[in-house]
C-alpha cells in the first residue's frame, strides 16, 4: 500500500474544490473524488482527478466506497469543500480514526436554527428569529419580530432561498415554497422547518477562522435586495483596529460557542452601530470560505487556507505565517436583467479589456457564447469574476470595479429575440412586478434597469462625504517612497541592513494594519511627521530616526504627488482606449449606414453614421496620444532634491527611480521641487479632450430627440420622468455634456494658483493647485465612460436617416461637381443645381426627379451612391481606409500606454521583492 489517499467528499462548484486536490497532490497525496455526479466538476475531468461514483447522500454506500478504497492503498485524510457534505465527511474521518472536526458539532452547526440557540445561550449576538413549520407560523413569526425579515432555509449554503420579505403576503409566498422543498439542489432531504430572522443593517463582513485563531476580516459586498447575492469581496478589510478587534473576537466566541475549533470555519457577521462592540452573528460555516475568499487571502495575506487544510486533515502543522502585505478584491459579474452572453470574439474582447486594468491579476467568465442570464437570486446567477491586487485596499478595490465593468460588456441586453431559457421561466407575480416597480426598474414604458456602471457614474455623487480615503491613500504613497528609499539607502552603505531592516518591518506592519495606529495619532505638523513620530516611539530615535535620511518633505510631497496621480491616470487612460475602441468598432459596423452631415443646424452633403464616428474617433486617438505624452513628466523621480539644494549625503536617485518606476532622475533640485508642470499638461489635455466629449454629446443629444429621430439609446441607458409616463430621456448625454468641463475648470484654478508662487517649494503650487488634478481627471473619465456606453449602446435609424439625406437634397453638391467635371464653371454649376432644389421645393419633387425633367441629369443621386463616390480629401467614400489607419495609431497608442502600465507594475514587484528579502535576511 504505498500510495497515499485524501478522499474527497463532494466538492464546491466555485473553485475551492479543485484547489483541494491539486494541494493534495502538491503533498504527495493522491485525492480521490467521492460524488454521486462526476459531471457536476468538469474540472474533475480537465485535471485527470481520480473519481469514484457512489450515493453521497446514502451512509452505508459512501462507508462501503471508502472500505473499497482502504483495501486498496492508505487512506490518510477525509475533506470536503461543501458545506452540504462537512457532517459526511467529518463521520467518515471519526471512523476511520482521521484527524477531522467534531462531527456532531458540524452536524448540529448546519442546522442554523439549532446553531442560532447555541450561540443565543453562549451570549453571541445575533438576529432575532423564529423556525416555524408552516405558512402560518411564518406570518406570526414576522409579526412579532416586525418587518421586514429574511427568511431562509434551515439548512443551506451560499445565499440560496435566502430572501428579505417587505410584508406578510412576501413573508407567506417565500415560506410555502421554501416548505414545499423535500430536497435541496444537490437532491439531499432537508427538514421541514424555516427560519424568520430579524433584518440586521450595517455593513457586513466574514472572519476566517482556523481553529480558534481569527485569521483575517473580510469586507463583504451584496447585491440588491430582496436577495442577498455576494458580488465582491475585500481582503483584509479596511476597518480600524477595534472594530475589525471586535469582529475577529465575536467570531471566535461564536466558533467556541457550537464546539467547533478545528480546521477553516467561514463567519459572518454585521457592524450595526457605531460602537465597535455592536457585532451580530448572521451565521457560522464550519468549513473553508467559498466565493474565491481563500485565494483572495493567498494572494494578500500569504496565507494558503486551502494548503492549511489539506496539512490539517492529513495530520500535519497547518501553515499560517503570513508571507504578503497587499490587498486583494474580486468583483463578480452579474445581471441585472435578462441577457444573452455575447459572441465569442466580444468575450475575449471583454475578458482582455478587464484583465488590461492596473492590478487585475485574474478575468473569469464563467458562461459562453449565447448563453443566457438572468437576474441572480444566489451564486449561481454569477456570469464572472475579476481580481486585483495592489498596495493597498482603496486601489484594489477601485481595479476590480473598474475591471468588472469591463467585463460586463460580455453581456448583451439589446437582443430584441430573447427567450426564457430552455424549459421556461417562472411567471411573474404581480406582487413581484410592484415590487419591481417599487424599486424603480420597470416604470411602464421603460423594463430594464439603468446600466450599472453608467449608475455608478451618475447616482454615486449622492454618496456621503468621507466616501474616499485620502489620509490612506497618502499614507501609503508616503511608505512606497520609504521603501523603495530605505532599500537604496542600504545597498549604498549610508544605513545599516539591521537598522533599515526593522523599520521595513515596522512600515510593513502599519501597511497591513492600513495604519490604524498612525490614523489614531494626533497630528498637529502633518501628516508626514505623525507617521515619522510613530516609527520613531516604537523604534527608538536610532532606527526611526534615519528614515529622512537625506531628503526633504519637499522632494517626498513632489515624489508621492507623481505616485498618486498614477492611478486617476491610467483610469482616463483605460477609458479613452475603450471609447477609441468603441468608437472604430461602431464606425466599421455602421460605414454604410447613409445619413445627412450637417453644417449650421442643415443637412449639408450624405455621409454614413460610421464615417462620422470615424471622425470622433480622430479626435478622440489625438486626445489619447496628447495624453501619452502629457504623462512624460510622470516618469521622473524627483527624489533626491531635498529640500531644494540636493544634500550631501551620497544617495542613488537612479536606484529609488528604479523601484518606483520612473525612467529618470531629476537633473536639476529647483526644477525638481518647484515643478508641477505635469499637473497643467495633464489637465490641459484632458480639457481638450472635454471639448470633443461635448460637442459629439451635442450631436447625440439632437438626433435622438423625437424631432430627429436619426439615433435609438437602449432602454438600459436612458432615463423616465417621475411625472411624465410617455418620456424616454437619453440623459446620460447631458451628464457626459457637464462633466466634460471639469478638467477645463480644473486647468483654470491649477495655473491661477500656481501664478501666485514663486520658482520654489510652494504651498500654493504644489498642494493648492494640485488638489484640482484629481476631480478634473475623475470629471472626465467619467464623460468618456458615459460616452463608451451610449456609442456602444445606441442605433442608428437607418431608414430614417436615409430619408432626411433624401429630403434634404443632401446630393446637391455633388451633382454641382458633376457639372464641374462636364466642363461647366463650378459657380455657374452652383447656381443651376440651386434653381434646380429651389423647383424641386415648389413642385413637391426629390432632387433626382427634378434634375431628370430639368435636364441636369441624375447623376447617380441616392445618397448611397453620392457618398461612396466621395473618396477624396477623407470623404466617406474612404471610411474603410481611414478606420484601417487609425485602428494601427490605436494599436501603437495601446503599445505605449501597456508598457507604462507594465513598467510601474514591475517597479511595484522589483520593489516588494526587495523589501521582503530585507525583511527576512
Same mark, same amino acid.
Given at each position: 500500500?504505498? +500510495?497515499?489517499? =485524501?478522499?474527497? #467528499?463532494?466538492?464546491?462548484?466555485? !473553485?475551492? $474544490?479543485? @484547489?483541494?486536490? /491539486?494541494?493534495? %497532490? *502538491? ?116 409579526? +412579532?419580530?416586525? =418587518?421586514?425579515? #429574511?427568511?431562509?432555509?434551515?439548512? !443551506?449554503? $451560499?445565499? @440560496?432561498?435566502? /430572501?428579505?420579505? %417587505? *410584508? ?119 468549513? =473553508? ?633
Amino acid at each position: 500500500m504505498s +500510495e497515499r489517499l =485524501l478522499l474527497l #467528499v463532494e466538492s464546491n462548484t466555485t !473553485g475551492t $474544490g479543485r @484547489l483541494f486536490a /491539486r494541494r493534495a %497532490a *502538491d503533498l504527495g497525496v493522491v485525492p480521490v473524488l467521492l460524488c454521486a455526479d462526476p459531471g457536476r466538476y468538469p474540472y474533475a475531468a480537465e485535471d485527470r482527478l481520480r473519481t469514484v461514483t457512489v450515493d453521497t447522500s446514502d451512509e452505508a454506500a459512501l462507508w462501503a466506497a471508502v472500505g473499497a478504497l482502504a483495501g486498496e492503498a492508505a487512506v490518510v485524510g477525509v475533506l470536503t469543500s461543501s458545506e452540504y457534505y462537512v457532517p459526511a465527511a467529518a463521520a467518515l474521518a471519526r471512523r476511520l480514526g482521521l484527524p477531522g472536526p467534531d462531527a456532531e458539532a458540524v452536524r448540529a452547526c448546519r442546522d442554523k436554527a439549532g446553531q442560532r440557540r447555541a450561540l443565543d445561550a453562549a451570549g453571541v449576538g445575533g438576529p432575532g428569529f423564529a423556525v416555524v413549520s408552516d405558512v402560518t407560523g411564518a406570518r406570526e413569526a414576522a409579526r +412579532e419580530i416586525g =418587518l421586514p425579515v #429574511v427568511v431562509k432555509p434551515v439548512q !443551506g449554503s $451560499g445565499s @440560496l432561498g435566502v /430572501r428579505l420579505c %417587505a *410584508d406578510l403576503d412576501e413573508v407567506a409566498a417565500h415560506a410555502g415554497t421554501l416548505l414545499t422543498a423535500t430536497v435541496n439542489e444537490r437532491g439531499v432531504a432537508v427538514p421541514g422547518r424555516i427560519l424568520v430572522e430579524e433584518y440586521l443593517t450595517g455593513p457586513e463582513f466574514s472572519v476566517e477562522v482556523f481553529g480558534t485563531e481569527a485569521v483575517v476580516t473580510v469586507a463583504k459586498h451584496v447585491g440588491s435586495l430582496p436577495v442577498f447575492v455576494e458580488v465582491g469581496h475585500d481582503v483584509p478589510a479596511p476597518l480600524p483596529g477595534d472594530r475589525d478587534r471586535a469582529l475577529r473576537e465575536t467570531a471566535v466566541a461564536a466558533v467556541r460557542a457550537l464546539g467547533l475549533g478545528w480546521g477553516a470555519a467561514h463567519v459572518e457577521l454585521r457592524l450595526t452601530g457605531t460602537d465597535s462592540r455592536a457585532v451580530s452573528v448572521i451565521e457560522v460555516n464550519p468549513r =473553508l470560505a467559498g466565493g474565491m475568499i481563500p485565494e483572495l487571502v493567498r494572494r494578500a495575506c500569504g496565507i494558503d487556507l486551502v494548503l492549511a487544510q489539506v496539512q490539517a486533515a492529513l495530520g500535519g502543522v497547518p501553515e499560517l505565517g503570513r508571507g504578503a502585505y497587499a490587498r486583494a478584491s474580486i468583483r463578480f459579474l452579474t445581471s441585472g436583467q435578462d441577457g444573452v452572453l455575447a459572441p465569442a470574439a466580444v468575450l475575449a474582447d471583454a475578458v482582455d479589456r478587464a484583465r488590461a486594468v492596473p492590478d487585475t491579476v485574474e478575468a473569469v467568465l464563467y458562461r459562453a457564447e449565447g448563453e443566457r442570464v438572468g437576474p441572480a437570486e444566489d451564486f449561481r446567477g454569477r456570469v464572472g469574476h475579476v481580481i486585483a491586487v495592489a498596495g493597498h485596499a482603496g486601489r484594489a478595490a477601485e481595479s476590480a470595479d473598474r475591471a468588472v465593468a469591463l467585463l460586463g460588456a460580455a453581456v448583451s441586453y439589446t437582443d430584441p429575440s430573447l427567450d426564457p431559457p430552455s424549459g421556461g421561466a417562472p411567471m411573474t407575480t404581480g406582487t413581484e412586478a410592484e415590487t419591481g416597480a417599487a424599486r424603480g426598474v420597470d416604470t411602464g414604458r421603460l423594463k430594464a434597469a439603468l446600466d450599472a456602471e453608467a449608475h455608478r457614474i451618475v447616482y454615486d455623487q449622492y454618496l456621503p462625504d468621507g466616501a474616499g480615503d485620502g489620509l490612506g491613500e497618502e499614507l501609503r504613497c508616503i511608505s512606497e517612497v520609504d521603501r523603495a528609499h530605505l532599500i537604496m539607502l542600504t545597498e549604498c552603505g549610508i544605513v545599516d541592513a539591521e537598522r533599515a531592516g526593522a523599520l521595513l518591518r515596522a512600515i510593513e506592519e502599519l501597511r497591513g494594519q492600513d495604519f490604524a495606529p498612525v490614523r489614531a495619532t494626533p497630528m498637529p505638523r502633518g501628516v508626514y511627521l505623525a507617521y515619522e513620530g510613530r516609527l520613531i516611539e516604537q523604534l527608538g530615535d536610532s532606527t526611526g530616526g534615519i528614515l529622512h535620511t537625506g531628503r526633504s518633505r519637499n522632494d517626498l510631497n513632489a515624489t508621492t504627488t507623481r505616485l498618486k496621480t498614477r492611478t486617476p491616470y491610467l483610469a482616463l487612460l483605460d477609458a479613452v482606449d475603450r471609447l477609441a475602441g468603441v468608437l472604430l468598432a461602431k464606425a466599421s459596423e455602421y460605414q454604410d449606414v447613409i445619413m445627412p452631415a450637417y453644417t449650421h443646424g442643415q443637412p449639408a452633403v450624405p455621409i454614413s453614421y460610421g464615417h462620422y464616428l470615424a471622425g470622433v474617433a480622430g479626435a478622440v486617438l489625438r486626445a489619447y496620444e496628447a495624453l501619452l505624452d502629457a504623462g512624460r513628466q510622470l516618469d521622473v523621480n524627483p527624489l533626491g532634491a531635498g529640500a531644494i539644494g540636493g544634500t550631501s549625503v551620497p544617495i542613488d536617485p537612479r536606484r529609488t527611480a528604479e523601484l518606483l518606476g520612473f525612467t529618470s532622475a531629476a537633473p536639476n533640485s529647483v526644477d525638481a521641487v518647484a515643478s508641477r508642470d505635469f499637473v497643467l499638461d495633464l489637465l490641459s489635455a484632458s480639457a481638450v479632450l472635454g471639448v470633443t466629449l461635448a460637442r459629439a454629446g451635442r450631436d447625440l443629444s439632437t438626433w435622438t430627440s423625437e424631432e430627429f429621430g436619426l439615433l435609438r439609446v437602449a432602454d438600459t441607458l436612458v432615463g423616465s420622468s417621475s411625472m411624465m409616463p410617455q418620456k424616454r430621456n437619453p440623459f446620460l448625454l447631458e451628464h457626459i455634456q457637464g462633466r466634460s468641463t471639469a478638467s477645463l475648470g480644473a486647468f483654470v484654478s491649477a495655473a491661477s494658483a500656481m501664478t501666485t508662487g514663486g520658482y520654489t517649494n510652494a504651498i500654493a503650487v504644489g498642494t493648492e493647485a494640485v488638489r484640482h488634478l484629481w476631480p478634473g481627471l475623475s470629471g472626465t473619465t467619467d464623460a468618456v465612460t458615459l460616452l463608451s456606453l451610449v456609442v456602444a449602446g445606441t442605433e442608428p435609424e437607418r431608414a430614417r436617416m436615409t430619408d432626411r439625406a433624401v429630403a434634404g437634397f443632401t446630393s446637391a453638391t455633388y451633382l454641382a461637381e458633376r457639372l464641374v467635371l462636364d466642363g461647366m464653371p463650378f459657380r455657374a454649376a452652383h447656381h443651376l443645381v440651386g434653381e434646380t432644389v429651389l423647383g424641386a421645393l415648389d413642385s413637391g419633387r426629390s432632387l433626382v426627379d427634378a434634375a431628370e425633367s430639368g435636364a441636369v441629369g441624375d447623376g447617380g443621386l441616392a445618397p448611397d451612391r453620392v457618398a461612396e463616390a466621395c473618396v477624396h480629401g477623407g470623404g466617406p467614400g474612404s471610411t474603410a481606409a481611414g478606420i484601417r489607419q487609425a485602428d494601427t495609431h490605436l494599436a501603437s497608442l495601446r503599445a505605449e500606454l501597456t508598457a507604462r502600465r507594465e513598467r510601474w507594475s514591475h517597479a511595484e514587484t522589483l520593489l516588494s521583492q526587495a523589501v521582503l528579502k530585507a525583511v527576512t535576511s
